[in-house]
């Protein structure tokens, strides 16, 4: 069997939110992990509260309490740590227990990841580490007590958390009661504008607040009150949608029979001052100094900030389980398309016209070679076609520079190995037709399989949309369509290989959306030669079928879409577009131009997508690739000029 080497993500991909955690170093609860497959809400969770924060045994007991808070307002709970050099998404209780019990245990930051993973040592993890795991993991929401901030002498010590920075560059929702009390708020909210984080009061008012206390002496503000859980989830979710590279704070002030009552604010700023005095008298400087004023903060109030502590941190991990709640129930307003199939090595053989075979004789040609396969070819159609809410999945050998020189968006399980799949065409002369071809495709069937399907679900079903192409086997398309029924996705099948793959769907026709094929694959689904009574009996016997595109080379398109039948004519090549180059392409571009108005619309105006897909088939027959480079001309203008004067059809009615 063989195994998968690497996960290869183009670099044109950047759009996305796809993830490869190399599980050497991730470790992944299995709750946690079952919970980022079916899209259920998730909280991240940091440990410096627990190796560093609090005493033992409180620091357990409330790690505990907070993961039991998070599971009883709907969320599941993803504690972060390193042990023993793995980055751990989702503690055991065990595992919490032995962390938070363990001497001469490190507190990691960015920075120490790669140096504590390799020395295989544990640590509980910072705001700013436990950020970085989380958005590497695709989860949006992490509740803490306070981030770290800008130090009061950072104009001597130019100390400046790297909380900051991590929300200036990690797209991730951090719900906290401000900043850590000891730091200096105006200048660590001004350090967050300038990084471009958004920071937030959860409550009537904007006023930010000070940890311990409701206010700030300071009179600092954050940008805007939120005043509701559903306003939150709505401003996560505009961040996701703008595919921000920064963060956002939500500052949650404690509530207000919680507050440090001893002296109020002035009383735990007197002692904060005093305690930073003594430190610098004593010599304690860098991450020491914080650990310092906080055991002063204790032992001048009676160990009450710890339960102040505690009850903050509490009220943050049930609002920002609440958030995760109604954050899971949008969906986003953009629909997505994932395509699953063949991405080849093609090579095309065109024979020249006085050719004569002869036995041991080399044959007068001219070679051509490009990546191909449907499902590549129609992703690579829909990318020029600028849908940006498209992506390929697929399986290859050893890759070649051709591969990774490509800027389609893809997806790519790198196989070793493995033979990357392969496609030798022989076309005619004068028409372009193919004549044969020559295939070793056996990759797809022996790597795309339901285990390959279940370990990339989280992947596939962030779509509305999946794609898929006969070069999957019998079983896996059976394991994708329980996939898409049950997440209620439009599933959509396009043939390739010829009527033997095509028959593979015939089982499942009751099932998918959208099919394409031509008429030859056609006949071999429904077992018959006649069309238009096929394709009428098809509708009638399959509810959720929604259209059917058979292409029949000159003479058109024979669509059927919710039960009506249409025979569209192909559009004529302009004077100057006589010579006809490439047939492989046409009816891929065809489909591609289809999805990319069903993408827009759905279903609404179904001669819209015709059009599209007509016009995106008329340029690539005329052009060497087998996708043309044309198609990213085309715009609605274009279409809507197609749809007035061009689009030609008849009503078929039986």
């Known amino acids: 069997m063989h195994s998968v080497s690497r996960l290869l993500l183009l670099p044109s991909f950047r759009y996305g939110q796809i993830r490869y955690l190399n599980t050497h170093i991730f470790d992944i609860h299995p709750e946690v992990k079952s919970a980022l497959a079916e ?218 029979n919680d507050e440090l009552e001893v002296g109020g604010g002035e009383k735990i700023e007197g002692i904060i001052r005093e305690s930073l005095k003594q430190a610098t008298e004593k010599g304690i400087t860098g991450s020491k100094v914080t650990p310092f004023v906080l055991g002063e903060i204790r032992r001048q109030t009676g ?143 022996r790597q795309i399989t339901p285990i390959f399907l279940d370990k990339n679900l989280s992947t596939i079903i962030k779509n509305q949309w999946i794609m898929f192409d006969a070069n999957l086997s019998q079983l896996t398309i059976e394991h994708l369509i329980k996939i898409g029924t049950k997440y209620k996705k439009y599933l959509v099948f396009i043939s390739a290989g010829g009527p033997n793959k095509a028959r593979r769907i015939s089982k499942y026709l009751k099932d998918i959306h959208v099919l394409f094929c031509n008429r030859l694959e056609f006949e071999a689904i429904t077992g018959s030669s006649s069309l238009e009574f096929s394709l009428k009996n098809l509708f009638e016997n399959n509810s959720k079928l929604k259209l059917v595109c058979i292409t029949m080379g000159v003479d058109g398109v024979l669509i059927g879409v919710n039960g009506q039948l249409k025979k569209y004519k192909a559009l004529n090549l302009d004077k100057e577009q006589q010579d006809i180059r490439n047939v492989t392409g046409a009816g891929d571009s065809f489909a591609a131009g289809v999805m990319n108005q069903l993408l827009k619309a759905n279903f609404e105006n179904i001669d819209r997508a015709i059009a599209c897909g007509l016009l995106a088939a008329k340029l690539t027959l005329t052009s060497p690739n087998t996708i043309s480079e044309q198609l990213k001309m085309i715009d609605d203008i274009m279409i809507d000029e197609i749809c007035l004067k061009q689009l030609r059809y008849e009503n078929i009615d039986l």
């Open 303 to 445: 160990n009450k900030s710890i339960e102040t502590n505690q009850k903050l941190i509490y009220k943050n991990a049930r609002i920002a389980s609440q958030i995760a709640v109604a954050l899971s129930a949008f969906k986003s307003d953009s629909s997505s398309l994932i395509i699953i199939g063949a991405r080849n090595i093609d090579l095309h053989i065109q024979l020249n016209a006085d050719f004569i075979l002869n036995k041991g004789s080399t044959i007068p040609c001219r070679l051509r070679q490009n990546l191909g396969g449907v499902a590549y070819n129609v992703t690579h159609a829909l990318h020029l076609l600028k849908n940006h809410s498209i992506r390929l999945l697929t399986v290859s050998g050893t890759l070649t520079s051709l591969i990774n020189e490509d800027s389609t968006p893809t997806l790519i399980h790198e196989i070793k190995d493995e033979s990357t799949a392969s496609y030798i065409s022989v076309l005619d002369s004068k028409t372009s037709e193919l004549i044969c071809g020559f295939g070793d495709m056996g990759i797809y069937e």
């Open 39 to 256: 899209h259920r809400p998730i909280v991240a969770c940091e440990t410096a509260i627990l190796t560093h924060g609090l005493p033992r045994p409180i620091n357990i007991e409330t790690c505990l309490h907070i993961e039991q808070i998070i599971r009883e307002n709907g969320s599941i709970p993803a504690t972060i740590a390193i042990l023993n050099g793995r980055i751990k998404v989702g503690l055991t209780q065990t595992e919490l227990e032995q962390l938070g019990s363990s001497n001469h245990i490190e507190k990691a930051s960015r920075r120490d990841l790669s140096y504590l993973i390799s020395h295989h040592a544990s640590a509980g993890t910072t705001v700013a580490a436990t950020m970085l795991i989380a958005h590497r993991c695709g989860i949006r929401l992490f509740a803490t007590g306070g981030i770290g901030g800008v130090h009061r002498d950072s104009n001597t010590t130019n100390d400046i958390s790297s909380d900051l920075d991590e929300l200036g560059r990690t797209p991730v929702c951090v719900i906290s009661s401000g900043v850590k009390s000891i730091l200096d708020i105006p200048k660590t909210l001004e350090y967050l504008e300038t990084k471009g984080v958004g920071v937030y009061t959860f409550g009537d008012t904007n006023e930010f607040p000070n940890f311990f206390t409701r206010s700030n002496e300071f009179g600092s503000r954050s940008c805007a009150a939120i005043r509701t859980i559903d306003e939150a989830a709505r401003l996560v979710r505009s961040m996701i949608d703008l595919k921000l590279d920064s963060g956002l704070l939500l500052a949650v002030p404690i509530d207000k």
